[in-house]
C-alpha cells in the first residue's frame, strides 16, 4: 500500500456551540496532541470554517491519529473523520502548507460526507469513515474498514468520560496501576471498566488494524 491516507476533520454539530472561538481552540489543542503521538507526512491545519486537514503515510497511523483526537477532546465535543487512500499531489504553495489535490483527497471528501450522512441518519455515533480513491490493486478492503470503524466508534461514542480517558491511557502506554492512580481508583475498577465500556475491544483492534494493515 504506497499511497498515503489523506484526512479530513470537520466538527460535529459546531453551530451548536455558542463559543466557536473557544470550541476551535479545543478541537486545535486535541489535534496537537495527537500529531505529538502519531508522526504524520503533513500534520493537521486548519482550512476554511470547521474544517482540518492532514495527511498520513499510511491507514495504521491515520486510524490511530483519528482515535486519539476523539479520546482528548472534552466531554459534548466531537469530530468527524474522512480518510481516503490515494494519490496526493501538490499543485501550488499555500501559506501553511503545499496546495494539494488528487484522487486521495476526493476520496476523503468523499468519506467525510458519508460519516455526516450516516451520523445524521440512523449510526448516531459513527464520526469516521474510510475510501478508496482511484484504482489501487494493493488498497485496503473498503468494507473491512469500514466495518472496523462502525464498531471502533459506536464503542467509543457510548463509553463514560473514565472509559475514553482509559483507553487514551492505554494507547499511550499506561500501566493499569499508573492508570488507576491516575483516577484515584483500585486496579479492579480499572478492570471492570475497561471490560465493561469496550476499552480493551478498541485497544486490541487498532492493534490487529495495525498488524494487518501495517
Not at 491511557?169 to 471490560?195: F, I, P
Amino acid at each position: 500500500m504506497n499511497a498515503p491516507i489523506a484526512v479530513i476533520v470537520d466538527i460535529s454539530r459546531s453551530k451548536e456551540h455558542a463559543d466557536r472561538v473557544a470550541l476551535q481552540r479545543t478541537v486545535e489543542r486535541a489535534l496537537a496532541k495527537a500529531d505529538e503521538h502519531v508522526a504524520a507526512r503533513q500534520p493537521f491545519v486548519p482550512t476554511v470554517g470547521d474544517e482540518f486537514q492532514a495527511v498520513f503515510a499510511d491507514l495504521p497511523a491515520a486510524l490511530l491519529a483519528s482515535l486519539l483526537v476523539r479520546l482528548e477532546l472534552p466531554a459534548g465535543v466531537d469530530c468527524r473523520f474522512g480518510l481516503g487512500f490515494g494519490e496526493v499531489r501538490e499543485i501550488g504553495t499555500g501559506l501553511r502548507v503545499p496546495l494539494q489535490d488528487g484522487p486521495g483527497w476526493w476520496a476523503a471528501r468523499a468519506a467525510i460526507d458519508r460519516a455526516r450522512a450516516h451520523e445524521y441518519a440512523r449510526l448516531h455515533e459513527l464520526r469516521t469513515w474510510f475510501a478508496v480513491g482511484g484504482t489501487h490493486a494493493d488498497a485496503p478492503d473498503e468494507a473491512l474498514v469500514n466495518a472496523y470503524l462502525l464498531g471502533r466508534d459506536h464503542l467509543v461514542g457510548t463509553m463514560s468520560d473514565r472509559g475514553r480517558r482509559l483507553l487514551l491511557g492505554k494507547l499511550s502506554g499506561w500501566t493499569q496501576r499508573e492508570l488507576a492512580e491516575r483516577e484515584g481508583v483500585s486496579d479492579s475498577a480499572v478492570s471492570q471498566t475497561v471490560r465493561a465500556q469496550g476499552v480493551l475491544a478498541v485497544f486490541e483492534g487498532q492493534r490487529l488494524m495495525t498488524e494487518v494493515l501495517g
